[in-house]
């Protein structure tokens, strides 16, 4: 090959790069947003399946302190709101019914409440809204 048909060969495959690099960071710049949304949604998803799985055991905890012989409201709220500080939920309502004192019958059915909005616990942006996440338990007086 001449040095001019080497040269000329050379300018062409520099032009198709540049060619190609624009083409990449057009498809970049379409796909970025996309990409972002999906992390934050990701994130934010997650965070409320943690927040559910929270009010869950707080939930559960609650339940077998008010279940057990001698075991009050007061000590099941008590128990709920330190498992969920512990869990970092923050925002939560603990709600028995009924309440429950020492004297109460046993097989007394008791149900153990726990919400919390979703917002006051949201890591970002709040993507899922302004909603209000809960776990009940349904236990009996032992």
Avoid: D, K
């Avoid at 000590?75 to 004192?101: E, F, W, Y």
């Amino acid at each position: 090959m001449t040095a001019t048909r080497l040269r000329g060969r050379r300018l062409s495959m520099r032009r198709g790069q540049h060619a190609r690099a624009g083409t990449a960071a057009v498809e970049f710049a379409l796909c970025l947003p996309l990409l972002i949304a999906m992390v934050f949604g990701v994130v934010e998803t997650s965070n409320a399946v943690y927040l559910q799985n929270a009010l869950t055991s707080a939930a559960y905890e609650a339940s077998n302190v008010v279940s057990i012989s001698g075991g009050t409201s007061t000590n099941a709220t008590t128990r709920a709101n330190a498992v969920l500080t512990a869990l970092g939920a923050n925002g939560a309502t603990v709600t028995i019914s009924p309440t429950v004192t020492s004297s109460t019958a046993l097989g007394t059915e008791i149900t153990v409440t726990v919400s919390a909005p979703l917002s006051s616990n949201s890591l970002m942006f709040g993507f899922l809204g302004n909603r209000t996440l809960t776990a009940r338990i349904v236990s009996q007086r032992l």
